[in-house]
T-cell receptor
Framework: AQRVTQPEKLLSVFKGAPVELKCNYSYSGSPELFWYVQYSRQRLQLLLRHISRESIKGFTADLNKGETSFHLKKPFAQEEDSAMYYC???????????FGAGTILRVKS | DTAVSQTPKYLVTQMGNDKSIKCEQNLGHDTMYWYKQDSKKFLKIMFSYNNKELIINETVPNRFSPKSPDKAHLNLHINSLELGDSAVYFC?????????????FGSGTRLTVV
């Protein structure tokens, strides 16, 4: 079974502070992991894919298979980063994308 | 050009009514989905169609009936609407043989049942 856990419902930081949004997963096969972002009342947008190892809007995420984690990090938060962030997992056989409960990131000035 | 488009954006209706939400994608994807986002912002998959064939049917009341006339369209019909059906419904699409590309989502349909 696929499971994604985001332990923090809300993360509040000051502008310029580092950000780490936690994500842990449970999956018996090889996972495909993603971070999606949802700005207020908008569609979900793909932020990062673990396979591409890219940095988008200053965010990075590294897959740690030993700890079954895929935490999202940014060294210096900006006010425009305030949004809901979802970690999501699917398997290589193209089965369903399962989401964590989401973490609201609030960046205060 | 919008990749995944849903209509309507907002839907307010009375309990007991029947309503439909439409979704279309122009990405050439072969798989489409419906997700429900509840009041706590939790996202749960409801259905998935691959090339017009139902492949995922989560534990959803049978008042919800998806229909896929072709691989670019996936509609959701809801009978006898209940207060608990109030939520945001998101359509999404993907290419099944490219799971590492993720899904592309529509802008959502906010359903309010009164």
């Amino acid at each position: 079974a696929q499971r994604v856990t985001q332990p923090e419902k809300l993360l509040s930081v000051f502008k310029g502070a580092p950000v780490e949004l936690k994500c842990n997963y449970s999956y018996s096969g090889s996972p495909e992991l993603f971070w999606y972002v949802q700005y207020s009342r908008q569609r979900l947008q793909l932020l990062l894919r673990h396979i591409s190892r890219e940095s988008i809007k200053g965010f990075t995420a590294d897959l740690n298979k030993g700890e079954t984690s895929f935490h999202l990090k940014k060294p210096f938060a900006q006010e425009e980063d305030s949004a809901m962030y979802y970690c999501a997992l699917s398997g290589l056989n193209g089965n369903k994308l399962v989401f964590g409960a989401g973490t609201i990131l609030r960046v205060k000035s | 050009d919008t990749a995944v488009s849903q209509t309507p954006k907002y839907l307010v209706t009375q309990m007991g009514n029947d309503k439909s939400i439409k979704c279309e994608q122009n990405l050439g994807h072969d798989t489409m989905y419906w997700y429900k986002q509840d009041s706590k912002k939790f996202l749960k998959i409801m259905f998935s169609y691959n090339n017009k064939e139902l492949i995922i049917n989560e534990t959803v009341p049978n008042r919800f009936s998806p229909k896929s006339p072709d691989k670019a369209h996936l509609n959701l019909h809801i009978n006898s609407l209940e207060l608990g059906d109030s939520a945001v419904y998101f359509c999404a699409s993907s290419q099944r043989d490219r799971p590492n590309y993720g899904y592309t989502f529509g802008s959502g349909t906010r359903l309010t049942v009164v």
